[in-house]
């Protein structure tokens, strides 16, 4: 058997050559299923554009870790150590239950202690969309972008 393996030489560049490709493509596949498609531990950006009159866009951050979400304790510096909601992924959809959130509008005036739930679908890769209702009933388009895993 040995000297079978030693005299196909041809067949043993092969399998090397094989074994690179198949390495190579099963470690990219694995880096391209996780760009974009998972909230855990990434931190996003996020911005709400009423469907009411009147009101102003608001925009913000947030990190998701083991399905909770979180904010910043210091508006603008410190760690995401602030529980403000939970998330309730479902493949392709998720829903995110939020009960402090806090975000920016164009005057540069913080929202704060805002409560709802959005409901996403995923756009492409690290960004996913849907109608965020606060507790006033009020509707916002939502989007989401992921800028940091």
């Given amino acids: 058997m040995l000297t079978r393996i030693r005299n196909a030489k041809f067949n043993g560049k092969l399998l090397v050559f094989l074994l ?3 390495g190579t493509v099963a470690c990219n596949t694995g880096v391209a299923a996780q760009a974009g498609d998972n ?3 990434a931190v ?5 554009v009423p469907k009411l009159k009147g009101a102003k866009n608001l925009r913000g951050q947030f990190r ?9 304790e210091q508006k603008r510096t410190g ?13 392709k959809r998720t829903k995110v ?5 806090r975000a920016l ?3 540069r005036e913080w929202k704060e202690r805002m409560k ?5 679908t995923i756009d492409k890769y690290g960004k996913w969309s849907g109608l965020f209702t606060d507790e006033n009933g009020d509707n916002w388009e939502f989007t989401c972008n992921r800028v940091k895993e």
């Fill in 105 to 107: 509008n164009s005057d």
């Fill in 64 to 72: 998701v870790s083991d399905h909770v979400v979180y904010q910043k």
């Fill in 39 to 41: 909230f855990e531990g």
């Fill in 44 to 48: 996003w950006h996020f911005k709400m």
């Fill in 20 to 22: 690179f490709i198949f």
């Fill in 79 to 91: 760690e995401f150590t602030k529980r403000v909601g939970v998330n309730h992924p479902q493949g």
């Fill in 97 to 101: 239950e939020f009960t402090d959130l």
């Fill in 116 to 120: 709802g739930e959005v409901k996403m």
